[in-house]
């Protein structure tokens, strides 16, 4: 079956710039997590959506960033103003939780380069 | 604060050689996640690990757990060129559904 998706696979903008990133999960998938990828900071938790509502945003660094996610599927991830410290990978993933195990299932990734 | 540790962060070893890469964590949690990530590409779920002394066998690489020690391994027995990549754990922060990753063990393996 279908995986999780994610576009852009790649994005340029400039500095200031605003953009949007989205994520389709897997379907029938309750949960749905934003990670992100830099080479100095490795694998960073941004946020994580049950459903629609968001219980934990612990992970966004400003509040630059903000998420939504509708009708219990597609997901975006918005970053206001970029600066070039938001330059990283930006991978989704998804859930089935099942039990209470909550096994991820990542998407290929956005790359993200603010200039 | 959950925190995951992984040695060695970079591996490089021969074919046909064994090896062994150490997760270590620092607060209790009894679900453990084993991913491969390839260059530039995503991550790869290779195993998930429910309890103490949970071990999984997937061709070459077997992974284990021992909760008590904090401590999960990832072994390659007679090493090939394809298992080239990087080796994340991540332990789930219990209660909190994020998962916490470490900071990835590359590994090349010569031909």
């Known amino acids: 079956g279908a995986g999780v998706s994610q576009s852009p696979s790649n994005k340029v903008t400039e500095k200031g710039k605003d953009v949007e990133l989205r994520c389709d999960p897997i379907s029938g998938h309750t949960a749905l997590y934003w990670y992100r990828q830099s080479l100095g900071q490795g694998l960073e938790f941004l946020i994580y959506?049950?459903?629609?509502?968001?219980?934990?945003k612990s992970g966004l660094p400003s509040d630059r960033f903000s998420a939504e996610r509708t009708g219990g599927s597609v997901s975006t991830l918005t970053i206001q103003r970029t600066q070039q410290e938001d330059s990283a990978v930006y991978l989704c993933?998804?859930?089935?939780?099942?039990?209470?195990?909550?096994?991820?299932?990542f998407g290929p990734g956005t790359r993200l380069t603010v200039l | 604060e959950l925190k995951v540790e992984q040695n060695p962060l970079f591996l490089s070893m021969q074919e046909g050689k064994n090896y062994t890469i150490y997760c270590n964590y620092s607060t209790t949690s009894d679900r453990l996640y084993w991913y491969r990530q390839d260059p530039g590409k995503s991550l790869e779920s290779l195993f998930v690990l429910l309890s103490n002394g949970a071990v999984k066998q997937e061709g070459r690489l077997m992974a284990s757990l021992d909760t008590k020690a904090r401590l999960s391994t990832l072994h390659i027995t007679a090493a090939v060129h394809d298992l080239s990549a990087t080796y994340f754990c991540a332990v789930d922060n219990r209660g909190a559904q994020k998962l916490v990753f470490g900071q990835g063990t590359r590994l090349t393996i010569n031909p």
């Open positions: 959506f049950q459903g629609n509502s968001a219980p934990d």
């Open positions: 993933a998804s859930s089935p939780v099942r039990g209470g195990l909550y096994e991820q299932f």
